[in-house]
């Protein structure tokens, strides 16, 4: 079974722009969470999809936003990029999303400029 | 607020020996606890995981102990390998949500 693909891999974005991310789960799983990496805060929770519905959240501001699609892929939309917005994000996913275990993407490395 | 904490930032042991990876908790309504490796630049792979109702579960070479009393965790890969060599991360999550809270991780090295 395929794994959690993450697309770009790699982006270089300026302040001000703003970026869009996509997420692909394991087939069959419904649940799609997004985290963000940084040196300095560590791995931090976004947000998650379930049922094209978000049903958690995280301490993030509006500027980071996300959806989910009928396919269960999901995107995570980051609008007037800021320097601090630098960071691996990943996406994990996982089943029926109540209790699961979550199987992480490769990520995504944005550089804002 | 740091509810997840792995308190050493690196540890260091030699091929074959016995490598223990620890981390407390702070908040009580945590019931499900994961262990992930990861390399730079990639996500986190899964290793084990333990509900609150156990307090020891086993996969091969990784043994994961919760001892609940204390609010704390470990990991323990016997024998280590050279292949362990990563950055370790214990997460925690509360009932039915699915948002992890991770810990700063543990950098383990292997020395052949």
Known sequence: KAGVTQTPRYL??????????????????????WYQQTPGQGLQFLFEYFSETQRNKGNFPGRFSGR???????EMNVSTLEL???ALYLCASSGTGMGETQYFGPGTRLLVL | DQQVKQNSPSLSVQEGRISILNCDYTNSMFDY?????K??????TFLISISSIKDKNEDGRFTVFLN???????LHIVPSQPGDSAVYFCAASVAGAQKLVFG?????????
């Open chain 1, 12 to 33: 270089i974005k300026t302040r001000g722009q703003q970026v869009t991310l996509s997420c692909s789960p394991i087939s069959g799983h419904r649940s799609v969470s």
């Open chain 1, 68 to 74: 989910q699609f009928s396919n269960s892929r999901s």
């Open chain 1, 84 to 86: 601090g917005d630098s």
């Open chain 2, 33 to 37: 606890f994961l262990w992930y490796k």
């Open chain 2, 39 to 44: 390399y730079p630049a990639e996500g986190p």
């Open chain 2, 68 to 74: 609940k009393s204390a609010k704390h965790l470990s």
């Open chain 2, 104 to 112: 700063q991780g543990t950098r383990l090295t292997i020395n052949p």
